[in-house]
Antibody, heavy 114, light 107 residues
Framework: DVEMLQSGGGLVQPGGSLRLSCAAS????????MSWVRQAPGQGLEWVST????????YYADSVKGRFTISRDNSKKKVYLQMNSLRVEDTAVYYC???????WGQGTLVTVSS | DIQLTQSPSFLSASVGDRVTITCRAS??????LVWCQQKPGKAPKLLIS???TLQSGVPSRFSGSGSGTEFTLTISSLQPEDFATYYC?????????FGGGTRVEIK
């Protein structure tokens, strides 16, 4: 069975940093692009970032460009999201996902507040 | 950037009703569109890929159609477990994007 287990998240002050991790199993991780998607409280889904299967290409939403960095380690079957210079408006549940395949993590709450 | 406009944003329907949700893309995206369902506090669940391919295990009352700029998700006979929020997402080009969502509630 496919499993995407997320870790990281929590409460951080504005301007702070946080790193999210997602460990995948049950599929050929190294052959699929992986994404992070977030959902602010009471709001819809927002695509954040994608890393290509090999890790050589990365894409970001304008709202996070220059502050967030996506990466992956295919040997460990993990994808990461390094979040720097966090803002109050980054508060959301963050999901790792491959939406085309329907693979989603359980979600992790990131709260940015003083 | 490609914008996806879902309509309606909210609908109230009864069990057994036929429900149609529309997703319009601001430019052509071929069939690079998926539909997912989300229930409160849960991760989204993929229903339809490539605009019209029903995912394994998804009831046949769900169907998707369309290509280019206009897409529809149809639930042929609404069941109690279908009350949820539905999103379309495009994979044609970056930045990827979601529709604003359609919340389906019990009348």
């Amino acid at each position: 069975d496919v499993e995407m287990l997320q870790s990281g998240g929590g409460l951080v002050q504005p301007g702070g940093s946080l790193r999210l991790s997602c460990a995948a199993s049950g599929f050929t991780f190294s052959s699929l692009a992986m994404s992070w998607v977030r959902q602010a409280p009471g709001q819809g889904l927002e695509w954040v970032s994608t890393v290509s299967a090999g890790g050589g290409s990365t894409y970001y939403a304008d709202s996070v460009k220059g502050r967030f960095t996506i990466s992956r380690d295919n040997s460990k079957k993990k994808v990461y999201l390094q979040m720097n210079s966090l803002r109050v408006e980054d508060t959301a549940v963050y999901y790792c996902a491959n939406g085309r395949q329907g693979y989603w993590g359980q979600g992790t709450l990131v709260t940015v507040s003083s | 950037d490609i914008q996806l406009t879902q309509s309606p944003s909210f609908l109230s329907a009864s069990v057994g009703d036929r429900v149609t949700i529309t997703c319009r893309a601001s430019q052509g995206i071929s069939n690079y569109l998926v539909w997912c369902q989300q229930k409160p506090g849960k991760a989204p669940k993929l229903l339809i890929s490539a605009a019209s391919t029903l995912q394994s295990g998804v009831p046949s009352r769900f169907s998707g159609s369309g290509s280019g700029t206009e897409f529809t998700l149809t639930i042929s006979s609404l069941q109690p477990e279908d009350f949820a929020t539905y999103y379309c997402q495009q994979f044609n080009s970056y930045p990827l994007s979601f529709g604003g969502g359609t919340r389906v509630e019990i009348k």
